[in-house]
């Protein structure tokens, strides 16, 4: 019997899709040890089949003309995902869709509404299908009622210029990804004999370099002094923080004039203002805003928010989370959203406000996306308590942006007042919310910053009961975090939305970066030195924007996806020319920042007994057991100093003293378990408890 083939892009996605826009419950189908679905739609029978992501994946082709490890190489081809070592278990989804697609008629590209999913189906059409078209669903959640829609409207042909787009993307970052991987490796292996990959690419290169740069600014930041005077003042009972009216003096002299004119003085007002402003919810989520919110509130990666939120997604109850977008417009129903909310029980307080409205408007923010609405909670909601603690953490946070988005503008006052001691100005600044509209949804996630002021009246008095003269320095500029550093790449127009977070997830793989509070490695260090001096065009984040351009124009249909190509050869064939002739040069920076890092890696602290010895983690070859020990052994010094530390997991140094004792503490990371602290002394008092349960 003949069927019609629907293609999604994962098995969630497929199981979800079937069960959706099916007359009757689907069919599950096992074969090849993977699920697909059976079922009717007006008595014509369908199949859908998931992928499981990409099922092909670019390699270098066998004929090509470089052997080995060599480059540079320009000759790639689509081979599939399970032929490389590692993601042999894609095959039984490969295999499931080859031999479906024998028996049938037509085809339905269900996959997400993406470069990404374009890219995956067209491959699949084209490499097992043997189809050179398909009709398209298009969604941007699973819920049952727009998976229903988008099957009765579906159109006639997949979306070419997108796939066009994303093969174009997909071709340069392998090129050049490949290519400026096997330069720095081969770089490394010419004057080292060991074997240590090291990668680079069109967008990591800029990426690590903009890293560095920050770092620079705060390794070379100067800083000068200053000072702050800083007053008390008694109201109603409350002490209250007055500061002097300019927030830095930059001479002492000056501060202690300042100084000994106020003290022991009494602070009389002699100027009120108060000001009172409205502040507008937050637009929707966009994927950028998610993440960095999320990394704000809950300290999760980028990467570990899009894992959340693509289950989330999966499971229908928040959109599509791969968004430009801070659109929310009205076809995605505000109402039966507000009301499925409000069948959760945090939420209905809420939601009930919120209906009394008589106009349901969201606030918006200025970005849209072509494919995808912002990210936002929908009318499928979850049972809380079947949900993991971190997909409550996301889910709520998703669903109290929706609903904040609709929330009343909040009014805010500041009071500022303004006294003199002696002739001396300073400044006392409350705030406090008048109206919290919006904010009463969104308070979880606030900080509200109040200080709410007693009614003062000009010339009253008030007793100063402390004076503080502040000696600071100018501080250098804080390090990116995760969530900055995505907002940073989006406004810098460098990687995708779909990309950032997996970039920024393999410079910490690579150990190129290190910390929630991101510092450049001395790994790291050398390879966007290398490339910078050597190879300044690999880390150029023009030339980046500029291939970034010209994919836009493949979209728009004013440039052919193999001229953009090309082009991109041409560029980096010399570029790997260049790097050549330089590969000595670049092998020997990257050799001495591995040599580093490793060092650095290893260094636990000054050895306490010697003093002037590293204490370093070392493996005995002879025992089989690692330690923590002297650097200075096998010095004229001869310290014998060592400490034990744990045989399993993985060992980190925090650089920082124990409490209990002073020595060295280190983190000791456990497939399965959590991380913990440890100080390395045994005899620690910390360790009480751990030597009674022996």
């Known amino acids: 019997m003949s069927y019609i083939l629907i293609l999604a892009e994962k098995p969630d996605a497929a199981r979800r899709i079937s069960e959706s826009i099916a007359d009757s419950k689907p069919r599950i189908v096992r074969r090849n040890g993977a699920d697909y679905y059976e079922f009717t739609i007006n008595k014509k029978k369908h199949v859908c089949v998931p992928a499981v992501g990409h099922l092909f994946v670019l390699n270098p082709k066998k004929n090509s003309d470089i052997k080995g490890w060599d480059y540079p190489v320009f000759d790639m081809e689509w081979i599939p995902t399970y032929s490389r070592k590692g993601t042999e278990w894609t095959e039984k989804y490969f295999r499931n869709i080859q031999e479906l697609s024998k028996g049938a008629t037509g085809f339905i590209d269900a996959a997400d509404v993406d470069a990404e999913g374009e890219v995956l189906l067209y491959n699949i059409l084209r490499f097992i299908c043997n189809a050179s078209d398909a009709k398209r669903m298009k969604f941007s959640t699973l819920t049952k009622d727009e998976l229903i829609e988008s099957y009765k409207k579906m159109e006639s042909h997949i979306m070419f210029s997108l796939a066009e787009?994303?093969?174009?993307?997909?071709?340069?970052?392998?090129?050049?990804?490949?290519?400026?991987?096997?330069?720095?490796?081969l770089a490394l292996k010419s004057v080292n004999k060991g074997f240590m990959i090291l990668s680079t690419g069109r967008v990591q290169g800029p990426m690590l370099s903009m890293l560095l740069e920050r770092e620079l600014e705060i390794r070379n930041f100067k800083p000068m002094p200053f000072w702050q005077l800083e007053l008390y003042v008694n109201i109603e009972g409350q002490d209250v923080a007055a500061t002097y009216e300019e927030e830095r003096i930059w001479k002492?002299?000056?501060?202690?004039?300042?100084?000994?004119?106020?003290?022991?003085?009494?602070?009389?007002?002699?100027d009120i203002k108060k000001r009172e402003y409205s502040q507008y919810p937050p637009p929707p989520f966009n994927t950028t805003d998610l993440q960095s919110e999320a990394y704000s509130q809950f300290k999760f990666s980028p990467s570990q928010t899009m894992s959340i939120a693509e289950s989330l997604y999966q499971a229908?109850?928040?959109?599509?989370?791969?968004?430009?977008?801070?659109?929310?417009?009205?076809?995605?129903?505000?109402?039966?959203?507000?009301?499925?909310?409000a069948n959760l029980q945090p939420y209905r307080k809420f939601v009930e406000h919120l209906m009394k409205k008589k106009i349901l408007k969201p606030v918006e923010g200025p970005r849209d996306d072509p494919a995808h609405p912002s990210v936002y909670a929908t009318h499928e909601t979850p049972d809380l308590k079947k949900l993991t603690l971190q997909q409550k953490k996301i889910y709520d946070l998703i669903v109290r942006r929706t609903m904040a988005t609709f929330g009343d503008v909040a009014t805010r006052e500041t009071n500022t007042i303004s006294l003199d001691v002696n002739g001396n100005g300073?400044?006392?600044?409350?705030?406090?919310?008048?109206?919290?509209?919006?904010?009463?949804?969104?308070?979880?996630?606030?900080?509200?910053?109040?200080?709410?002021?007693?009614?003062?009246?000009?010339?009253?008095?008030?007793?100063?009961?402390?004076?503080?003269?502040?000696?600071?320095?100018?501080?250098?500029?804080?390090?990116?975090s995760q969530g900055s550093i995505v907002k940073e790449m989006e406004k810098r127009n460098l990687g995708t939305k779909a990309t950032r977070a997996d970039i920024l997830q393999t410079l910490y793989d690579r150990d190129y970066i290190t910390g929630k509070s991101i510092q450049v490695t001395k790994l790291?260090?050398?390879?966007?030195?290398?490339?910078?001096?050597?190879?300044?065009?690999?880390?150029?984040?023009?030339?980046?924007?500029?291939?970034?351009?010209?994919?836009?124009?493949?979209?728009?249909?004013?440039?052919?996806?193999?001229?953009?190509?090309?082009?991109?050869?041409?560029?980096?064939?010399?570029?790997?020319?260049?790097?050549?002739?330089?590969?000595?040069?670049?092998?020997?920076?990257?050799?001495?920042?591995?040599?580093?890092?490793?060092?650095?890696?290893?260094?636990?602290?000054?050895?306490?007994?010697?003093?002037?010895?590293?204490?370093?983690?070392?493996?005995?070859?002879?025992?089989?057991?690692?330690?923590?020990?002297?650097?200075?052994?096998?010095?004229?010094?001869?310290?014998?100093?060592?400490f034990p530390i744990p045989l399993k997991g993985q060992i980190t140094p925090l650089n920082k003293a124990c409490n209990d004792c002073s020595m060295p503490t280190i983190q000791v990371w456990r497939k399965g378990s959590r991380p913990f602290r440890m100080c390395i002394n045994p005899a620690c008092k910390s360790k009480e408890n751990w030597r009674k349960k022996t």
């Not at 997909?170 to 490949?178: E, F, P, Q, R």
């Not at 002492?252 to 002699?270: L, R």
């Not at 229908?316 to 909310?341: D, E, F, H, M, N």
């Not at 409350?430 to 109206?435: E, Q, Y």
């Open 524 to 642: 790291g260090e050398a390879v966007a030195y290398a490339l910078k001096e050597y190879c300044p065009k690999i880390v150029s984040e023009e030339l980046t924007r500029h291939f970034d351009d010209e994919m836009e124009q493949v979209f728009n249909g004013d440039k052919d996806r193999e001229g953009v190509v090309k082009e991109a050869e041409n560029v980096l064939a010399d570029i790997l020319e260049e790097f050549k002739l330089k590969e000595k040069q670049i092998g020997e920076k990257l050799a001495g920042g591995l040599v580093e890092s490793r060092r650095l890696s290893n260094l636990i602290g000054t050895c306490p007994n010697c003093k002037t010895g590293e204490l370093r983690m070392l493996f005995s070859k002879k025992s089989g057991k690692k330690f923590v020990g002297c650097s200075n052994y096998g010095t004229e010094i001869k310290c014998t100093t060592t």
């Open 165 to 185: 787009s994303g093969l174009t993307r997909h071709h340069l970052d392998a090129l050049y990804g490949l290519n400026l991987t096997r330069a720095l490796t």
């Open 316 to 341: 229908g109850y928040i959109s599509y989370p791969r968004s430009s977008s801070q659109k929310l417009p009205p076809s995605v129903g505000y109402q039966k959203i507000l009301k499925a909310i």
């Open 252 to 270: 002492k002299e000056d501060a202690e004039k300042i100084f000994n004119g106020s003290k022991g003085k009494d602070a009389v007002v002699k």
């Open 426 to 480: 300073f400044v006392l600044v409350g705030k406090k919310t008048i109206n919290p509209g919006w904010m009463t949804i969104y308070e979880p996630y606030m900080d509200m910053d109040e200080l709410i002021l007693p009614e003062l009246k000009i010339e009253q008095v008030l007793k100063v009961i402390k004076l503080d003269m502040l000696s600071k320095e100018t501080q250098p500029p804080g390090r990116y």
